[in-house]
């Protein structure tokens, strides 16, 4: 028998059967990667922090690049381009 054709919609990991806290099943409770795993999908209050910082930070990145893309004079031939 064939196995299923995979989709992009399928997920890489199933849901286990029984839910459980975090979707992790007691065998991994004990699991030393599972604070790591909490804190980089922003389940603990300091993970959703570094979330808001990361996001806050790219943003900033994103903001920059258009601004200093304005008054490049290359592609920009107003008189603000040439003083800047």
Do not use: W
């Not at 922003?42 to 893309?69: N, Q």
């Amino acid at each position: 028998m064939a196995a299923a054709q995979a989709l992009e919609t399928t997920p890489l990991f199933p849901k286990p059967d029984h839910e459980s806290f975090d979707g992790c099943d007691d065998s991994q409770a004990e699991d030393p990667r599972l604070p790591l795993y909490r804190f980089l999908e922003a389940k603990t209050p300091a993970g959703r922090r570094y979330e808001h910082f990361t996001i806050f930070l790219i943003s900033i990145s994103v903001v920059t690049f258009i601004l200093s893309s304005l008054f490049l004079p290359e592609y920009n031939d107003s008189p603000i381009a040439d003083k800047c």
